[in-house]
């Protein structure tokens, strides 16, 4: 067995956006008459649009309408949508576009393996469109992280076993994910209360594709 594959989360690891989320989720929990602390934000990490509400409704015992719901989850996205509209290449994480060339270059396949719907539209915006040999986002499977569904239809698009394939992940969701993909896992950033992966780095400028072998 060896690392054949890498699938990178998007939201986390290779940019972040979860202040953006957290922007346009606060707004929502205002409308909710609830105020959204950054503490439970954190909890909204890689978990799809519809399950972030469904948390949101669960914290603040708001009762509304399935209208309701779908009114919030499309403002939600638009107020969101302008922020993604206004990155930009700089916003990539130092150290990223290095350690993907050099994962390339050692003959490794790697993909995106992200739950949001605006994935690709966040990685056009980023200027890495040709970076990956696959991108899977929330909207091409049934179920988001932390099912596997992502992570197993990446490998499938790279044609790599799932034993095979790494993957690098800064939420729980994501990380619970893989496990049930039958896949190993590196967890990123500083979050100390992440479960389940066998390495963890803070940033990109940590990651050894050396190290990253010797799990396999
Ligand atoms: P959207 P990832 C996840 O992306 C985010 O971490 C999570 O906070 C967000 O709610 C989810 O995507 C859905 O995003 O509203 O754009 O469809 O970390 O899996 O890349
Ligand atoms: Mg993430």
């Not at 179920?143 to 596997?148: A, F, Y």
């Not at 990446?154 to 095979?164: D, F, R, S």
């Not at 400028?205 to 990253?212: G, H, N, Q, S, T």
Request: with cysteine; net charge neutral.
């Amino acid at each position: 067995m060896s690392l054949k594959a890498c699938i990178y989360d998007l939201d986390g690891v290779i940019t972040d956006t979860a202040k953006y989320h957290f922007e346009s989720w606060k707004w929502v929990a205002e409308q909710l008459d609830y105020d959204l602390t950054e503490k439970q934000n954190l909890k909204l990490k890689g978990v799809g649009r519809k399950e972030s509400l469904d948390k949101i409704l669960g914290w603040s015992k708001a009762r509304i309408s399935e209208a309701e719901k779908q009114n919030l989850l499309y403002k939600k996205n638009q107020m969101y949508l302008e922020q993604i509209d206004a990155m930009s290449p700089s916003e990539v994480f130092d150290g990223f576009k290095a350690f993907n060339a050099k994962a390339k270059q050692a003959g490794i396949t790697v993909a995106i393996g992200s739950s949001s719907r605006n994935a690709i539209r966040i990685i056009d915006k980023l200027d890495l469109v040709l970076d990956f040999h696959a991108i899977v986002d929330g909207g091409m499977t049934p179920n988001s992280k932390p099912e596997p569904d992502i992570f197993l239809m990446a490998a499938e698009k790279l044609q790599i076993a799932p034993a095979e394939c790494l993957v690098i992940e800064d939420s729980q969701a994501g990380l619970t994910a893989a496990k049930k993909a039958g896949m190993k896992s590196v967890a990123f950033g500083n979050d100390k209360g992440l479960k389940g992966a066998q390495l963890q780095i803070k940033n990109w400028l940590e990651a050894d594709l050396e190290k990253f072998n010797s799990i396999f």
